[in-house]
């Protein structure tokens, strides 16, 4: 009898241990998911924005919707799902955790109280004089001054190195307003507008990116990323140097005009162009598809006639363009500069798939 009681007394001892442990470690995870308060950080408004000129020392906003970050002693921080959402991006948490943004073909992996990220995009051009297909996989690393970190129970990244590599054309505090702004082409309100091209974007917030590696860094079978001016000019604003968002049918169509003219080597004159540096160019337009990283500028009058036959362009609207009437072209450009328009011409302008005429030119109507 007294062994039983024992026994019973034993098991008492264990449920009581086991109900304290229990209750200890759904404590801990509801530390854990709760994280900082927002409470110790001030809230700021994140607008995000489309483009309206570049008159400015940003674009007026327009078709704008705005989030909340966190001024984390004034670092602004933003929750993974709020940054995704209005670029049209996705967000999703792999095993690790790895806290993962994808957005036009391009994959950004971050890592929780973790300064380190990665770029990654995969794409295939074919060289149209050789029919051989190659492949193309690029894994750029970057560092962010300040670590992935946790807030309200969400995790929060800070917010300019990200909304840059998401392929954003501006991601900057913008003091004379108090707020932060990133300008995309693809931000319509609430409601994104669709963009199904696949985008190499790289700037200065990824490791080593202005290095002479990286300039010769081939993104096309005859095309080096800096040797030929993929990406953007030097520009008055150095944080935006050799910036670049190039859409893989533009590189596509650059090896095509090649094919076209004879496999003539040839180098672009301009291909990405940042906001800033595209603001400093006399006579640029302000929804230059430069800076949507769907058009090139390259060669001389031999190249555009050329073009012009292959794509059969006919007059469009009165904005100065041809548009494509041979969807079996051999460049492939859907629309090209007509020459009555250029400075110095004529040249070849080439662009991927433009959005029609007039107000329909800009993915959004005129901002107000």
Request: charged residues 15%; contains cysteine; glycine residues 8%.
């Amino acid at each position: 009898m007294k062994n039983i009681t024992k026994e019973v007394r034993s098991l008492r001892i264990v449920k009581m241990t086991l109900s304290i442990l229990i209750m200890m470690i759904f404590l801990v995870s509801l530390f854990c998911r709760q994280g900082v308060s927002s409470a110790s950080y001030p809230t700021t408004p994140i607008v995000f924005s489309n483009i309206r000129d570049k008159s400015g020392d940003y674009p007026v906003v327009c078709y704008s919707t705005t989030k909340n970050g966190y001024n984390v002693n004034g670092h602004i921080y933003v929750k993974f799902q709020d940054l995704a959402s209005p670029l049209g991006g996705t967000y999703t948490i792999a095993p690790g955790p790895t806290y993962v943004l994808q957005i036009n073909g391009q994959t950004n992996a971050f890592y929780m109280s973790s300064t380190t990220f990665y770029s990654t995009i995969s794409y295939s051009i074919l060289d149209k004089n050789t029919g051989q297909t190659t492949q193309y996989s690029f894994n750029f690393p970057g560092t962010q001054p300040y670590p992935v970190m946790t807030i309200d129970g969400y995790p929060c990244v800070w917010v300019q190195y990200a909304a840059r590599a998401l392929g954003s054309l501006i991601a900057d505090w913008d003091g004379s307003n108090n707020r932060f702004v990133i300008y995309d082409w693809r931000v319509n309100g609430n409601n994104h507008l669709s963009d199904t091209n696949t985008y190499l974007v790289g700037g200065k917030w990824l490791s080593n990116w202005d290095s002479n590696s990286t300039s010769t860094l081939y993104l096309a079978p005859h095309f080096q990323l800096g040797i030929d001016n993929i990406w953007s000019n030097p520009s008055s604003h150095p944080d935006y140097d050799r910036q670049v968002k190039i859409a893989t049918t533009v590189l596509q169509s650059m090896e095509n005009t090649r094919k076209l003219m004879g496999n003539t080597p040839y180098s672009p004159s301009c291909v990405f162009r940042s906001y800033w540096y595209n603001k400093s160019l006399s006579g640029s337009w302000i929804w230059s598809w430069h800076m949507k990283g769907r058009a090139m500028d390259a060669g001389d009058s031999a190249m555009y006639t050329a073009v012009n036959n292959d794509i059969l362009g006919a007059p469009k609207c009165s904005e100065g363009f041809r548009s494509s009437t041979n969807s079996n072209s051999v460049s492939q450009w859907d629309e090209i500069e007509d020459s009555s328009i250029q400075i110095n011409g004529p040249w070849l302008h080439g662009q991927r798939l433009p959005k029609g005429c007039g107000s329909n030119s800009n993915p959004v109507p005129y901002c107000p």
